[in-house]
Structure formats: C-alpha cells, structure tokens
T-cell receptor
Framework: GAVVSQHPSRVICKSGTSVKIECRSLDFQATTMFWYRQFPKQSLMLMATSNEGSKATYEQGVEKDKFLINHASLTLSTLTVTSAHPEDSSFYIC????????????FGPGTRLTVL | AQSVTQLGSHVSVSEGALVLLRCNYSSSVPPYLFWYVQYPNQGLQLLLKYTSAATLVKGINGFEAEFKKSETSFHLTKPSAHMSDAAEYFCAVTSSGSARQLTFGSGTQLTVLP
C-alpha cells in the first residue's frame, strides 16, 4: 500500500524559532499533499492544500506567512512553522493523494510540535 | 459545501458486544465517504471507503459500513468488539467537486470494557 512518512515525529523548540516538518510519499508520486493540524481531543483541521510546483492554497484563518509550505517535488512537501509560539504546539499531520483522479488520501504518522 | 456529523463523542461497549459508531453527512453532490481510525499519537489509518459502488462496504479488522442515501448516513459497525478496537474514529467526506478535500467529523472515542 501507499506509504507516507513524516519527519521528525516529535520536536521541541523554543519560542521564536522556526521548525521544518517534512512529508514524503515513499512509493508513489503525490501531485497533491494536504497539511492538517490536530489539537488534543479534537478533529483534524485542514490548514492548506499543496500542489507540486505551485503555491499552496491556505484555508481561511491560516497565516500563510507563518506556515510556509513548499512542494518542490512529487514526493516531498515541507511545512515550516516560522517564529513558533506556544499556541502553535499541536499535532501536525500530512496526507498525500496519488493523482487528480484519486479520492483517497494516505496519511503520515504525524509530528508532535511542542513550543516552549 | 459538505459536512460530517458524528453523534456521540464517546462510545463504550463491552468486549464482544456490537460496535455502532454513527456518521451523518451533508453534501450537495454525490459523496465519497471514509472511516479512519487513529491510535494515540499516530496518524490516520483507513478502515473503509464508499465510492459509489456497493452500498455495504467491508473494511479491515471486521468493520463494515452501509451507505444510506435516504438517511444521509454512513454508520460504522462491527459485530464483536475487541480490546484492540479502542481508539478514536473519524468519519470523513469528499466529493469530486471539492478539490477532493476531506472534511472530517469531530471524532468518536471508542472504549472497550473487559
């Protein structure tokens, strides 16, 4: 089956620093990747949709200058949380879709970000 | 526009009992529906999906769900709960007209009692 990895799985950083999270599709090419944020005991909230080679589309209320998304290749998307603050602490999950005709997303294992 | 409602944020069943997790959807176009399971500090694993073929969908780990258009429902069931089924379950909807973005329900925490 399709496998999506995320790195790192867990990161702790100081307030004001930037953190980069990688999302990779290991055995398929992902034309579209999605980034979600999940707070404790809550559902997944879509942050942005990332298409390879183009700018990401951000959901309403998500600051594009704070959450930088790059989808430079068909197997890699990165999310950079810039100038992180404690309220950015959350579980970040990416997913990848194999092609424009696919309705299924394959999810990564998530990254736990803690900002001190 | 599309949305998902999961009734019951917490469901408890005894081991061996029937599991029923409820999901109702709203979609202006024919939907594709999914059930995912999430274990603590992990990503989402697909249990099953409905993509306009058979209305009764069988998934992994003995789970199944039935798409009922008249009731706009896609409830998840399992005849006999196992301790390992304890997890968070999410229902999600997408459609061909929504850039195939998934909209998730609020989730249901399933507890299995010995």
């Amino acid at each position: 089956g399709a496998v999506v990895s995320q790195h790192p799985s867990r990161v702790i950083c100081k307030s004001g620093t930037s953190v980069k999270i990688e999302c990779r599709s290991l055995d398929f090419q992902a034309t579209t990747m999605f980034w979600y944020r999940q707070f404790p005991k809550q559902s997944l909230m879509l942050m942005a949709t990332s298409n390879e080679g183009s700018k990401a589309t951000y959901e309403q209320g998500v600051e594009k200058d704070k959450f930088l998304i790059n989808h430079a290749s068909l197997t890699l998307s990165t999310l950079t949380v810039t100038s992180a603050h404690p309220e950015d602490s959350s579980f970040y999950i990416c997913s990848a879709r194999a092609g424009a005709g696919s309705n299924e997303q394959f999810f990564g294992p998530g990254t736990r970000l803690t900002v001190l | 526009a599309q949305s998902v409602t999961q009734l019951g944020s917490h469901v408890s069943v005894s081991e061996g009992a029937l599991v029923l997790l409820r999901c109702n959807y709203s979609s202006s176009v024919p939907p594709y529906l999914f059930w995912y399971v999430q274990y603590p500090n992990q990503g989402l694993q697909l249990l099953l999906k409905y993509t306009s073929a058979a209305t009764l969908v069988k998934g992994i780990n003995g789970f199944e769900a039935e798409f009922k258009k008249s009731e706009t429902s896609f409830h998840l069931t399992k005849p006999s709960a196992h301790m390992s089924d304890a997890a968070e379950y999410f229902c999600a909807v997408t459609s061909s007209g929504s850039a195939r973005q998934l909209t998730f329900g609020s989730g249901t925490q399933l507890t299995v009692l010995p």
